[in-house]
């Protein structure tokens, strides 16, 4: 039912920005309300690590104490399209970073360690100093 592609993803110095663009598709109207995105992001080798989520009905958004400060999830329902806006980027957001899709089960804050079933295929990210 519901597609998700990243796109954005690229080079950097230390200290510049990208931002990341994740389109949703066959995911729209009311389900909007009641669903959780979240950008994730992989080193080779590694976990999975929760980066920001963002609740569509309550409008609560988190982050990782990582980048907190730092980027910002933003959510475009007219064209199905989550954003991330990173700034100050550093060597260490050097990643592959996915878009996540879920049903909200509440209307409690979504969780970073929380289990999405969608997922993008990824864009990469890498910052050099």
């Known amino acids: 039912q519901v597609q998700l592609v990243e796109s954005g993803g690229g080079s950097a110095l230390s200290g510049g920005s990208l931002i990341l663009s994740c389109e949703i598709s066959k995911y729209t109207g009311k389900s909007h309300r009641n669903a959780c995105f979240a950008w994730y992001r992989q080193v080779p080798g590694g976990d999975r690590e929760g980066v920001a989520t963002?609740?569509?009905?309550?409008?609560?958004?988190t982050y990782s104490d990582s980048v907190k400060g730092r980027f910002t999830i933003d959510y475009d329902k007219a064209i199905s399209t989550v954003y991330l806006y990173m700034l100050s980027l550093r060597p260490e957001d050097s990643a592959m970073y996915y878009c996540?899709?879920?049903?909200?089960?509440?209307?409690?804050?979504?969780?970073?360690?929380?289990?999405?079933?969608?997922w993008g295929q990824g864009t990469q990210v890498t910052v050099s100093s």
């Open positions: 996540a899709a879920k049903m909200a089960a509440t209307w409690d804050p979504c969780e970073l360690t929380a289990n999405f079933p969608t």
């Open positions: 963002f609740h569509t009905r309550s409008g609560i958004k």
